[in-house]
C-alpha cells in the first residue's frame, strides 16, 4: 500500500512539472486607466522616480524601507533602489527609454525575496481632455515563475497593485 501511495505521488508530482514546462516563456501584466489631466502632468509623476511616493502602491507597505536615488534626476539614466522589508523585498531600477510625453520603460530587478529582472513600461495616449495610461510589467517566466503560476496567480497580485498605483496617479494628477 505504501509502495501504491509513493508511486501515485511520484506520478502528481512529474505531472505537476511536466505542466509547468509546457508554460509560455514570458509573462505580461497590465492595467489601464483613464486619467483627466495632460500626458505632460503625468508623464512628470512617473519619469521622476522621488516622486513615486505620492503614488506607488509599494511606497507604503514599509515605511522603514531605505531609498536610494541616483542617475540623472529624473528620465533616461535616473535610478531607484530600495531595501525593504519582506513586503517590498530589495531591488533596483533605473529608467532605460523616455520618450515625452507618451511612453517611460524601465529595468526592473528584483533581489530579495526573490531574482527577477523584467522591464517595466509605461504608456500614455492623450484622448481629447483625458490621457489612457497603461501600466505594464513583462520578462522572462522561469521554471520556478512558471510553478509558482500554477498554484498563484500572479496577474490578479501584480495587477491589484497596478490598478491601486493608478488611482493613486490618477487621484495625485487630476487635483
Known sequence: MIKLIAIVVLVLIVAI???AATR???F???RSTTIKAPPETIFAYIEDLRRWSAWSPYEKRDPAMKRTYG???SGTGATYAWEG???VGTGRMAIVETSAPSRIAIKL???RPFEAHNTAEFT???AGDTTHVTWAMYGPSSFVAKLMGLFLDMDAMIGKDFAEGLANLKAATEG
Open 17 to 19: 512539472l511536466g505542466f
Open 24 to 26: 509560455p516563456d514570458t
Open 28 to 30: 505580461r501584466v497590465e
Open 71 to 73: 542617475g540623472a534626476p
Open 85 to 87: 522589508d519582506a513586503n
Open 109 to 111: 530587478d528584483f533581489l
Open 124 to 126: 500614455l495616449r492623450p
